[in-house]
């Protein structure tokens, strides 16, 4: 029984570890585009950049669950992950557009504009993670 139980364990880990690196290359692109230094603001304590890249994080992996759980391969899903990523930089530069100096104000430590982001990115991941029925 717990043989039969563990017959998947080697599937899980390559999928985990598949997220776990599409996740961490997700955070080094997205904190490379922005010209705000989110860990940096973060480490100081700063809640708007904390809430922005979080949110933001939230908004890539909701399309990258929905790629693991759906794709026919690791391949697949991480093609699909890196679409994620491109919608998740698209993103980030149109919520700038209504927001004049967003990267700015978040630095500042202004709440609105960050939720703002956060909120966006959010927003389209879900929608991202929905159309990923294949």
């Known amino acids: 029984m717990i043989l039969q139980s563990l017959a998947g364990l080697p599937a899980f880990l390559v999928y985990f570890c598949t997220g776990l690196i599409a996740i961490v290359a997700y ?22 950049a904390a809430i922005a890249l979080g949110l933001s994080l939230l908004g890539f992996v909701a399309p990258l669950v929905s790629a693991i759980a759906h794709s026919a ?16 930089v698209i993103v980030f530069y149109l919520v700038r557009v209504p927001v004049p100096n967003l990267s700015g104000r978040i630095a500042a430590g202004e709440l609105a504009p960050a939720i703002w982001l956060g909120l966006s990115s959010l927003a389209a991941g879900l929608l991202n993670a929905a159309c990923m029925i294949y």
């Open 27 to 48: 955070l080094f692109v997205y904190t490379r585009i922005t010209p705000h230094n989110e860990f940096q603001l973060i480490r100081d304590n700063d809640p708007a």
């Open 73 to 88: 391969n690791v391949v697949d899903c991480l093609i699909w992950a890196a679409i994620a990523l491109v919608v998740q």
